[in-house]
């Protein structure tokens, strides 16, 4: 099977991502690659490592009307645009990865942590968050997806199987998690200059990081109950990456589970989540540079009671581009594992 697949935002990291691995995947044809800023402008000379497939490609403006009739379109613009198109790219086009934040969130839940309204709140209902490993079966029977963010995959996967098993207190959830340089986008600020991000680690986002309420969401609706979570983000000094601690009070059902049986809890889990690699020893976010894998380990910790997860992922590809590929070759048919790395790059 071939389909033929638009990117909307191609020349940010995301976007960027995006072609990098719908170039090469087997089942997809490029179509139109918007970038309103660049429109005209050779993608090569914008991502020069897609030159040795992308060399004569330019860049179209973000048009709706141009990409009508693909069969799927990768949305991946700043974020509250795609709200601005949405209405008229979901009649065009029969499905839709929006990578964005704009149709993740309740409606409720957009405008408190968004601060802002929703200019396409009747589409909201339309849309299926896309963490995989939790909602596949609503994955492959939706048109349109939301990809979940960066951090909030990392945090889910590392919480997912203690909640799914009531092992922890849903009023005592702590995630910090760090993130690379690449992950504030490609536009230019003061704290991504080499000089300001090198040998150093920053919190940003203190209590107010909109990514809690993601969290929080897909907490609850794992647990059937209301979660809340502690959410303090992190820059780091590299370029890849996400490594998310997250911890939490054991609650009564969580009683004689060991560290052994969790792990063999969050095995059985994601037994049938093919990017999903539990280990025993901690994992580091070397091991995911340009994979759609993600690591998670855990620790049951009886002398203060408290749970221990971690998760680490490449934020570009599991935390973005290769998740939103994930969630079309479900939505198409297609193996969910086709086009996509599952091996990172070391050293």
Same mark, same amino acid.
């Given at each position: 099977?071939?389909?033929?697949?638009?990117?909307?935002?191609?020349?940010?990291?995301?976007?960027?991502?995006?072609?990098?691995?719908?170039?090469?995947?087997? !089942?997809?044809? *490029?179509? &139109?690659?918007?970038?309103?800023? #660049? +429109?005209?402008?050779? $993608?090569?000379?914008?991502?020069?490592? @897609?030159?040795?497939?992308?060399?004569?490609?330019?860049?179209?403006?973000?048009?709706?009307?141009?990409?009508?009739?693909?069969?799927?379109?990768?949305?991946?613009?700043?974020?509250?645009?795609?709200?601005?198109?949405?209405?008229?790219?979901?009649?065009?086009?029969?499905?839709?990865?929006?990578?964005?934040?704009?149709?993740?969130?309740?409606?409720?839940?957009?405008?408190?942590?968004?601060?802002?309204?929703?200019?396409?709140?009747?589409?909201?209902?339309?849309?299926?968050?896309?963490?995989?490993?939790?909602?596949?079966?609503?994955?492959?029977?939706?048109?349109?997806?939301?990809?979940?963010?960066?951090?909030?995959?990392?945090a889910?996967?590392?919480l997912?199987?203690?909640?799914? !098993?009531?092992? *922890?207190? &849903?009023?005592?959830?702590?995630? #910090? +998690?760090?993130?690379? $340089?690449?992950?504030?986008?490609?536009? @230019?600020?003061?704290?991504?200059?080499?000089?300001q991000?090198?040998?150093?680690?920053?919190?940003?986002?203190?209590?107010?990081?909109?990514?809690?309420?993601?969290?929080?969401?897909?907490?609850?609706?794992?647990?059937?109950?209301?979660?809340?979570?502690l959410?303090?983000?992190?820059?780091?000094?590299?370029?890849?990456?996400?490594?998310?601690?997250?911890?939490a009070?054991?609650?009564?059902?969580?009683?004689?589970?060991?560290?052994?049986?969790?792990?063999?809890?969050?095995?059985?889990?994601?037994?049938?989540?093919?990017?999903?690699?539990?280990?025993?020893?901690?994992?580091?976010?070397?091991?995911?540079?340009?994979?759609?894998t993600?690591?998670?380990?855990?620790?049951?910790?009886?002398?203060?009671?408290?749970?221990?997860?971690?998760?680490?992922?490449?934020?570009?590809?599991?935390?973005?581009?290769?998740?939103?590929?994930?969630?079309?070759?479900?939505?198409?048919?297609?193996?969910?594992?086709?086009?996509?790395?599952?091996?990172?790059?070391?050293p």
């Open positions: 099977m071939s389909f033929t697949a638009a990117v909307l935002g191609g020349s940010g990291y995301a976007g960027g991502e995006l072609v990098r691995i719908l170039a090469q995947h087997p !089942n997809f044809n *490029l179509g &139109p690659i918007t970038a309103a800023s #660049n +429109a005209g402008t050779l $993608i090569a000379d914008r991502i020069p490592a @897609l030159a040795p497939v992308l060399g004569d490609r330019r860049f179209s403006e973000t048009d709706p009307g141009a990409v009508s009739g693909v069969d799927v379109a990768f949305v991946a613009l700043p974020h509250g645009e795609s709200q601005t198109l949405m209405e008229s790219l979901t009649t065009q086009v029969g499905h839709v990865v929006d990578l964005g934040a704009d149709f993740r969130l309740p409606l409720d839940d957009y405008t408190t942590w968004y601060g802002a309204g929703h200019g396409a709140p009747t589409l909201l209902d339309d849309f299926q968050y896309g963490l995989v490993e939790v909602f596949r079966d609503a994955i492959g029977s939706a048109q349109h997806i939301a990809n979940p963010g960066c951090y909030p995959t990392a889910n996967l590392a997912a199987p203690a909640l799914a !098993n009531g092992w *922890l207190d &849903p009023a005592s959830l702590v995630v #910090n +998690a760090a993130s690379g $340089i690449s992950g504030a986008g490609r536009s @230019l600020k003061d704290a991504n200059l080499y000089s991000a090198n040998e150093s680690v920053t919190a940003y986002g203190l209590l107010t990081h909109r990514h809690t309420a993601e969290i929080e969401w897909v907490c609850s609706q794992i647990a059937g109950q209301p979660v809340t979570a959410f303090t983000p992190h820059l780091a000094p590299m370029t890849r990456g996400i490594h998310a601690t997250a911890t009070r054991l609650s009564e059902p969580s009683n004689g589970v060991t560290t052994d049986d969790a792990l063999a809890a969050y095995r059985e889990f994601y037994a049938d989540s093919p990017f999903v690699v539990v280990s025993d020893n901690p994992p580091s976010t070397k091991a995911t540079f340009g994979a759609n993600v690591y998670v380990t855990c620790r049951i910790d009886r002398r203060t009671g408290h749970f221990l997860g971690i998760a680490v992922e490449d934020n570009l590809v599991k935390g973005a581009a290769g998740q939103a590929v994930q969630c079309a070759n479900l939505m198409l048919g297609l193996d969910e594992q086709a086009g996509l790395p599952i091996l990172g790059v070391t």
